[in-house]
């Protein structure tokens, strides 16, 4: 089916791009799933490549590629792999944050190792106490002088072990009134004194997805550092949560269609009784249900990204878009493990590592059960 914003270009750019990770990416992902960390060389390869954040402006480094690419990115690695899950989150989350709201000192300093891979970038909003209650945080950030000085720990935070600078979502004003208005973002770079990248923390699954406990006891952050306006942190995240989610979408699909795929194929060769269990009606009506299920899933979150390539404003679409994708991705997974048999539970077969894998897309970039609160406000209930 044709993908009204994919253009011949797009598709010679995939291409370019599979063929990369099918030799430097596939042969080692599980290993790096093994060591929990996919390496700082992967990373620079990655950069040298121009498949780190291309949609930057050519000055710093990019070449202004539109949000086509950064699909095609999010698709192609997602089909290796949701443990380069960071990758993604480091193109088209962190890096967005630096570009739209650094001013032009920030940008040269920061933009162009960002996409040489010498840069690799976290985003610590989650706290151990606030979940995705962004407006609740409790991480301050006093000025003094020349400096904020910072308290506080953050969790959950991907690529937060190779991070070599955090966008950190802080209070400058902790008696603000709305909370919200209080929220400012800092970049804090890893050899900042005060800053400890404290734990490597161990998930169920997206295992070579570094994701770490950071904390920050009296770390001294330049005021240089500040992006943006102090205050306006909360507005410039609503701001960007859009695309974030819009993304995670766009990778539950993707991943539903490679498990689909492996599916099928397992199905067609395993016998059964004497004949391909794939002739089994049963067999048949799931896949026929899956791949039906998929496809709505695609059109619909196919049509979202055009919309947001238009600047167009699809907040609500793209909540419906990520609970309900996210979810579907996790029964498509639950499906295909069991139509896999016995086999489907053991580690060498790819869907036990996918069914692993999918259970966290319901959960970041705000939960499942925030995004129907966000639709149910929206409606105006």
Known sequence: MARAFLKEEHEIFRR???KFLEKQAIPFYEQWEHEKLVPRPFWKKMGENGFLAPWVDEKYGGVNADFGYSVVINEELEKVGSGLVGINNHNDIVVPYINSFGNEEQKEKWLPGCL???????????EPGSGSDLAGIKTTARREGDYYIVNGAKTFITSGIHADLVVLVCKTDPKADPA???????VVEAETPGFIKAKQLSKVGQHCSDTAELVFEDAKIPVANLLGEEGKGFYYLMEKLQQERLLVAVGAVAVAERMFEITKEYVKQRTAFGKSISQFQNTQFKMAEMATEIQIARVFVDDLVANHIEKKEVVTQVSMAK???TDLAKRIATQCMQLHGGYGYMEEYEIARRFRDIQATSIYAGTNEIMKSIIAKRLEL
């Open 180 to 186: 919200y208005k209080g929220v400012s973002l800092l």
């Open 323 to 325: 609970w309900w994708v």
């Open 116 to 126: 040489s891979g010498d840069f690799i970038t976290a985003i610590a909003m989650t």
């Open 16 to 18: 370019s791009l599979r």
